[in-house]
């Protein structure tokens, strides 16, 4: 009786047995399932803006494509996006923040009193105004995760208190101007030329080293990754944008020889700092995991030992921060700082930035990139029909279209997820 034959070379153990990895073709075909599975992301929104610029430059081709309109258009969306950035926290655990918008006026109204009135140095006056949002979120934050107080409710409250904190600080009706150099600096002085390209160039390769590595260490661990194709049409896509962008910026905007305005607006390398610092709290962060849990299935994630009221408490906290620092930005645009800082569609357009972006508004499902795109959205909107010589109120029922056909699509894509079964 003849005994059999042990192969020399152990069978790979689950942990080590190599994963077979999509082609680019496969890769693109899942991303189609996907799509049609309802997990369209920022997909409809990317798609409106870029037709809403084809529509654009077709209607105004000397004007909306100039290098000067494009800076305004940076200029115009910084305290809209950052507000956004903020509310996309508080989106994805299912709540909502109605005092965002005059938590950036009370910001920007302490910052420029403290300047004023009291002589403070810039950073102080800043990180006054921050902090002073940072205390509003927590307590909205109490109000939602410890009393049990409805966020609808208890930013309600925040929203009337702060817009009456914001008329006893700059007494009744006056106007507080802004004269600090640092400050108006922000949203209305340039990077040199030079700092410009050499930021693009750094973000490019950054990006580009980020993302070999994260695809050489998956296909390392025997993990699925991305094809390496569609990991290069990434970054050249990206570069493409982030360098032609800069090319653009780095042209002469004035319309007089006595001043020269070029280079990139100060506020964009702030505000793309701090969307990859939210990106990675989101994406890279045991927190951030948190986040999505809670608003998936709170009570899940209770069970599960996660401190549910803790993670509410921080979104708004980090929520009202943004929007601290969106005051500070608007305060700049406007040299000075009035009663209405805040107000008017300032939230309105914020949280509209973020849904139309493809944050969802029944939590669970978001990015920091969809604030970015969502007010990129608003801003070309809004840039758009003014060249078009449209009044305000065309602009509203437009944008309240836009946002009306966003939040359509997230309905429609969650109800087309659940019959596939994905949710």
């Known amino acids: 009786m003849s005994t059999s034959t042990v192969s020399s070379s152990a069978p790979s153990s689950p942990l080590?047995?190599?994963?077979?990895?999509?082609?680019?073709?496969?890769?693109?075909?899942?991303?189609v399932t996907k799509v049609r599975g309802g997990d369209m992301g920022s997909l409809p929104a990317l798609l409106a803006l870029v037709v809403l610029i084809f529509a654009f430059i077709a209607l105004r081709p000397q004007t909306f494509p100039s290098a000067l309109n494009f800076a305004n258009l940076f200029q115009q969306g910084a305290v809209i996006s950052t507000i956004s950035m903020g509310i996309v926290f508080v989106l994805l655990i299912g709540e909502i923040d109605l005092s965002a918008g005059f938590t950036s006026g009370l910001a920007g109204s302490t910052m420029a009193i403290l300047l004023l009135n009291h002589g403070w140095a810039w950073y102080l006056a800043v990180l006054a105004g921050v902090v002073?949002?940072?205390?509003?979120?927590?307590?909205?934050?109490?109000?939602?995760?410890?009393?049990?107080?409805?966020?609808?409710?208890?930013?309600?409250?925040?929203?009337?208190?702060?817009?009456g904190a914001v008329l006893l600080i700059i007494s009744n009706?006056?106007?507080?101007?802004?004269?600090?150099?640092?400050?108006?600096?922000?949203?209305?002085?340039?990077?040199?030329?030079?700092?410009?390209?050499?930021?693009?160039?750094?973000?490019?390769?950054?990006?580009?080293?980020?993302?070999?590595?994260?695809?050489?260490?998956?296909r390392r661990n025997g993990l699925l990754a991305v094809p390496l194709g569609l990991v290069v049409v990434k970054i050249v896509v990206l570069?493409?944008?982030?360098?032609?962008?800069?090319?653009?910026?780095?042209?002469?905007?004035?319309?007089?020889?006595?001043?020269?305005?070029?280079?990139?607006?100060?506020?964009?390398?702030?505000?793309?700092?701090?969307?990859?610092?939210?990106g990675f709290v989101l994406t890279r962060t045991a927190f951030g995991r948190h986040i999505y849990a809670v608003g998936g299935n709170a009570e899940a994630t209770r069970r599960a030992g996660i401190p549910v009221a803790r993670v509410?408490?921080?979104?708004?906290?980090?929520?009202?921060?943004?929007?601290?620092?969106?005051?500070?930005?608007?305060?700049?645009?406007?040299?000075?700082?009035?009663?209405?800082?805040?107000?008017?569609?300032?939230?309105?357009?914020?949280?509209?930035?973020?849904?139309?972006?493809?944050?969802?508004?029944?939590?669970?499902?978001?990015?920091?990139?969809?604030?970015?795109?969502?007010?990129?959205?608003?801003?070309?909107?809004?840039?758009?029909?003014?060249?078009?010589?449209?009044?305000?109120?065309?602009?509203?029922?437009?944008t309240g279209a836009v946002l009306a056909a966003a939040a359509a699509v997230d309905a429609l894509s969650r109800r087309r997820a659940r019959a596939t079964g994905r949710v």
Request: charged share 10%.
């Open 16 to 31: 080590t047995a190599a994963v077979e990895q999509p082609t680019f073709g496969e890769a693109v075909s899942n991303y």
């Open 173 to 218: 009706g006056g106007n507080v101007p802004v004269h600090d150099k640092v400050i108006l600096a922000i949203e209305n002085k340039n990077l040199p030329v030079i700092w410009g390209w050499a930021l693009g160039v750094l973000a490019v390769l950054a990006y580009a080293a980020g993302s070999l590595n994260t695809w050489a260490s998956r």
């Open 312 to 398: 509410r408490i921080a979104c708004f906290i980090i929520c009202s921060t943004m929007a601290a620092i969106a005051g500070i930005f608007a305060a700049s645009r406007a040299t000075s700082v009035d009663p209405n800082a805040g107000g008017s569609n300032t939230l309105l357009y914020a949280v509209g930035a973020a849904v139309i972006g493809g944050t969802s508004l029944f939590g669970g499902k978001g990015r920091v990139i969809d604030a970015l795109i969502g007010g990129a959205v608003i801003a070309v909107i809004d840039n758009g029909m003014g060249l078009l010589g449209y009044s305000a109120g065309v602009k509203y029922i437009v």
């Open 239 to 278: 570069a493409a944008f982030v360098l032609g962008a800069v090319a653009l910026l780095s042209q002469e905007r004035s319309r007089t020889t006595f001043v020269s305005i070029k280079g990139v607006p100060i506020v964009v390398p702030i505000i793309v700092v701090l969307a990859l610092l939210l």
């Open 132 to 163: 002073a949002g940072a205390i509003v979120g927590l307590w909205n934050g109490f109000l939602v995760a410890k009393v049990g107080i409805p966020s609808f409710i208890a930013t309600l409250a925040a929203f009337l208190a702060l817009q």
